[in-house]
């Protein structure tokens, strides 16, 4: 069951690249480093301000949790910074749910780009 269990997570850890997971011991983070990921996206509204740091990936991923799963919003929180893109939660289930659906909407372009035109500027 362990080894089935560190399969999953192998899985899931691929899955969500170039996010990454951290299990605290009362709560879970999915967070990006990697921020010249996609850069694309931010580059379409440079013009704005948008420079595609760890706040504009929050703004980005705000923007995703109201259009697109507006039912965690309550459960998944962000605590961006310049650097780095952190979402968190207590709840291990809707974190996951979060940041594997971000993450495939980051991956088709023009669905984030519709997401990202309701995004502001943090």
Not at 30 to 53: K, M, P, V, W
Not at 68 to 77: A, D, F, G, S, W
Request: proline share 2%; with cysteine; net charge negative.
């Amino acid at each position: 069951m362990i080894e089935l269990r560190k399969i999953m997570d192998t899985v899931f850890e691929q899955a969500i690249a170039p996010f990454f997971w951290v299990a605290h011991e009362k709560s879970f983070s999915a967070c990006l480093s990697n921020l010249d990921y996609q850069s694309h996206i931010f580059s379409t509204r440079a013009d704005e301000g948008f420079e595609g740091s760890g706040y504009d990936w929050g703004s980005l991923a705000l923007a995703f949790l109201e259009i697109q799963l507006p039912e965690l919003k309550n459960i998944v929180k962000f605590d961006p910074e310049g650097s780095m893109f952190v979402a968190y939660s207590t709840d291990e289930d809707a974190l996951k749910k979060f940041i594997t659906e971000f993450k495939k909407a980051c991956e088709n372009t023009e669905l984030i780009l519709k997401i990202f035109a309701h995004a502001e500027l943090d």
